[in-house]
């Protein structure tokens, strides 16, 4: 978000897996690292803890109780090596409908987070009793939350959604959540630090691939799409489940298993346990190379499912700028990113498979292009860093906290369909020559509606009388509501203005007859538009997602989600489009109040 914290923090990061346990202090401004600590091979064979370049063995079967134990005992008589500390830092996998940005830890928020223990059973328990240790261990300093399901939480619908009745999903809020979003986050924002842009620039599928494992299609910085859904067992085959399954299949299991067994079975006993009787992908490789079929199949199936999920990812977001791998097996297996990327060329994917195999990255070289010279996508290894991003947002958190907040109210304006058109489609519309006619001066400078207005045409119906915005633009956009898309039977994806890469087109109609442009109708991302004074008096920046409330007669609202858009000419303002200011019933002259940036 580009925010500043105004002092380095001292961060404790607790990152707990479902096979391993990572601890690290960081400094937050800088990213760099004091002490760390982990333990690995959780519920394996062989099990072990490393602190620094020191390895120890612990015995098995070492589960996930057996396992915090172990780790705050190590912590308590490293006191000296450990230091001072601002505050420690929590990974939550699941923060269901409750959490959706980082939290302050106190006795009502974990009794919250325990309630949703069921829907992640690898997950949550593990890290709660971490919580709960560590909280007594490091009583006197504030403990925050960082929730995996958080950076999903921009899901459109279509990918949100279950096709289940209205009452179930909201009885049992019933949605996709996704997961490893502080890693595909954070892949996102380095993979365009990487490619020196903005990630609101790129489309990147993020391809998080461990013992659990997760694809998420980011799109201009915001996540679209993901593998896993309401719980983590959904998407990719993983260390040990199985991903994708039917659900008549899991039903004709339930006939002959108890729910316990069922439950064990999902979550420990499938995937690539349940194909190879191992999780390590790395054993499963040699096995493999020396003739084992079920360990060959294994491969071929994990693969599989990673590749369809990347065509699939591509689709959905009308192309891909960059694949980027990260986790345990994404930056260590060139055989697996080798055949996840087999026959992917279509795309314009081309691996460097001698760059694949060397690749490497470390804390010095975090990011590797493993991509051929002549490839469109760039593909990237990426060194997962889970800890300094958890470190960061509750930087951010605790330094808002100890600041004043910094509310503003800004002026709403609805902004109802329009279309702003090239020079070249008003002339075919209303004549060669023809200059618009100013209506009305709008508040952004320079900016007019006109007098003029045309009849928008798509495959279910129109719509009449839908004005022209003034001066010309370049390209063609046609604004609408989602009302308006059932209207014209258009499916137009939610961008900002300008944004109209793979976007639907529609049929315009004007006194001397029709056009049909072939893109460039959206539906207005809600957005603020400031000045860069307006910006820094408010402390925001361009491209952060805030939120605003809005104090009406009855109908109090907020939304989130809410774009900044920040230039010299733009004058303080909220747009919202009919729709949602229907929904908050908001009047002309009505204010909004603006939060933080989440």
């Known amino acids: 978000m580009g925010e500043s914290l105004n002092r380095a923090m001292r961060i404790l990061a607790?990152?707990?897996?479902?096979?391993?346990?990572?601890?690290?202090?960081?400094?937050?401004?800088?990213?760099?690292?004091?002490f760390e600590l982990r333990i690995e091979g959780i519920g394996g064979a062989s099990p072990k803890m490393v602190v620094g370049t020191r390895k120890v063995e612990l015995s098995p079967p070492l589960d996930q109780r057996a396992?915090?134990?172990?780790?705050?005992?190590?912590?308590?008589?490293?006191?000296?090596?450990?230091?001072?500390?601002?505050?420690?830092?929590?990974?939550?996998?699941?923060?269901?409908?409750?959490?959706?940005?980082?939290?302050?830890?106190?006795?009502?928020?974990?009794?919250?987070?325990?309630d949703l223990e069921n829907l992640a059973p690898l997950h949550n328990p593990p890290a709660i009793g971490v919580i709960r240790g560590a909280r007594e261990l490091f009583a006197n300093i504030p403990h925050v939350l960082v929730f995996d399901t958080a950076f999903h939480a921009t899901l459109p619908a279509r990918a949100r959604e279950y096709a289940l009745p209205a009452e179930l999903r909201t009885r049992y809020n019933i949605r996709r959540y996704g997961f490893h979003g502080i890693s595909h986050g954070d892949v996102a924002r380095r993979v365009a630090t990487q490619l020196r842009k903005t990630p609101q620039e790129l489309r990147v599928i993020s391809c998080h691939l461990g013992s659990g494992a997760s694809i998420t299609a980011v799109e201009y910085g915001r996540s679209v799409d993901t593998s896993m859904g309401m719980t983590p067992l959904e998407g990719l085959v993983m260390g040990t489940r199985a991903g994708d399954l039917d659900p008549g299949l899991v039903l004709e299991l339930s006939r002959n298993l108890s729910d316990a067994e069922l439950e064990?079975?999902?979550?420990?006993?499938?995937?690539?346990?349940?194909?190879?009787?191992s999780g390590d992908l790395q054993a499963i490789e040699h096995r493999a190379a020396e003739g084992d079929e079920a360990c060959r199949l294994a491969l071929a199936l994990y693969t599989h499912r990673i590749r369809k999920y990347i065509g699939a990812y591509a689709a959905v977001m009308g192309g891909v700028d960059v694949i980027a791998f990260t986790g345990g097996v994404g930056e260590h297996s060139a055989l697996v990113r080798h055949r996840c990327l087999q026959r992917l060329d279509f795309l314009g994917a081309l691996l460097d498979e001698e760059a694949n195999r060397s690749a490497q990255v470390n804390a010095r070289s975090p990011i590797c292009d493993v991509s051929r010279s002549d490839s469109r996508v760039r593909i990237l290894v990426v060194r997962a860093d889970e800890e300094t991003e958890m470190a960061r947002e509750a930087a951010l958190l605790l330094a808002r906290a100890e600041k004043p907040a910094r509310l503003a109210r800004v002026p709403v304006a609805i902004s109802a369909r329009h279309a702003h058109l090239s020079q070249s489609t008003i002339e075919k519309l209303f004549g060669v020559g023809y200059r618009l006619t100013a209506r009305q001066e709008l508040s952004q400078t320079g900016q007019f509606s006109a007098q003029e207005a045309v009849r928008l045409i798509g495959p279910r119906g129109s719509i009449d009388h839908v004005r022209?915005?003034?001066?010309?633009?370049?390209?063609?956009?046609?604004?609408?509501?989602?009302?308006?898309?059932?209207?014209?039977?258009?499916?137009?994806?939610?961008?900002?203005?300008?944004?109209?890469?793979?976007?639907?087109?529609?049929?315009?109609?004007?006194?001397?007859?029709?056009?049909t442009i072939a893109s460039g109708v959206i539906c207005a991302r809600r957005h603020i538009h400031m000045s860069p004074q307006d910006a820094v008096r408010l402390g925001v920046n361009d491209c952060d997602s805030v939120s605003v409330k809005i104090d009406s007669d009855g109908r109090?609202?907020?939304?989130?989600?809410?774009?900044?858009?920040?230039?010299?000419?733009?004058?303080?303002?909220?747009?919202?489009?009919?729709?949602?200011?229907?929904?908050?019933?908001?009047?002309?002259?009505?204010?909004?109040?603006?939060?933080?940036?989440?």
Not at 18 to 34: P, Q, W, Y
Not at 86 to 101: E, I, P, T
Not at 566 to 579: G, I
């Open 264 to 277: 064990i079975l999902l979550n420990k006993n499938a995937g690539l346990v349940g194909l190879t009787g």
């Open 468 to 515: 022209l915005m003034g001066p010309p633009r370049a390209h063609d956009q046609v604004e609408i509501s989602r009302s308006d898309e059932f209207v014209l039977g258009i499916d137009a994806p939610v961008r900002i203005s300008g944004d109209l890469a793979n976007t639907p087109g529609v049929t315009l109609e004007g006194p001397l007859g029709r056009v």
């Open 67 to 114: 396992a915090t134990d172990t780790l705050l005992t190590e912590l308590r008589n490293r006191w000296a090596e450990i230091g001072n500390l601002d505050a420690v830092v929590h990974r939550v996998v699941h923060g269901g409908v409750l959490f959706s940005a980082p939290t302050r830890v106190d006795d009502g928020v974990l009794g919250k987070l325990s």
């Open 14 to 34: 607790f990152n707990c897996g479902s096979s391993s346990t990572k601890v690290a202090v960081i400094e937050s401004e800088s990213g760099g690292r004091s």
């Open 556 to 598: 109090d609202l907020t939304f989130n989600d809410v774009s900044v858009r920040v230039a010299p000419q733009f004058q303080l303002e909220l747009h919202l489009d009919t729709d949602e200011a229907n929904a908050a019933g908001i009047q002309p002259g009505d204010f909004a109040v603006l939060e933080r940036p989440r």
